[in-house]
């Protein structure tokens, strides 16, 4: 489990065994919205990527074009362009979520320490993540799917979600 590339958020996300305050959401959409980006059953492009081909140039002695799985690093997302689509990407870097992402930053506030919001709000557009600035994103993650934010996180995604399938058709 420890070498699948399939399970790397999971690994990240999940620390611990123990039962998630997200699962006491009333909402099975809510739920079903978190345990999805959670546990790489989603259908972002990191994960849909997996079952793509590229073609490549037909060969001349049988005429047959040679075909091979995308790379991790070629699932680019449709909606901006700038980045694999992942569940990082599509949480905090994505264009196409940017006004949505702010009102949830801004209800936030009240409730999160401010080095939650920092974290969160680091952008990975200009440039390349450290692997510190990756592992405080994914700690500050894990703290606003707690109780008490656990109703707005799921929601942005959902309402994510929701933008995403009418924007890809």
Sequence with gaps: M?????????RRWKLDLVYEPYLNTRDPSSRRAM????????RLRVETGRHEYMKLIP??????????KLKREERICELCYAGVE??????WDCEAYDRRRDRLLSDL????EPWVLVALRM???????????????YRA?????????VRLVTRYIRDCN?????LIK
């Design 35 to 42: 345990s999805e980006l959670r546990s790489g059953a989603n």
């Design 2 to 10: 420890s070498t699948k590339p399939k399970l790397d958020t999971y």
């Design 123 to 137: 952008n990975n557009r200009s440039r390349m993540m450290t692997k510190i600035e990756l592992a405080d994103r």
């Design 141 to 149: 993650l894990r703290h606003i799917t707690q109780d008490k934010t």
């Design 162 to 166: 929701r933008i995403r399938r009418s």
């Design 59 to 68: 060969r001349k002695s049988n005429g047959f074009a040679k075909r091979r």
């Design 109 to 112: 506030e009240a409730d999160v």
């Design 86 to 91: 992942d569940e990082m990407h599509f949480m």
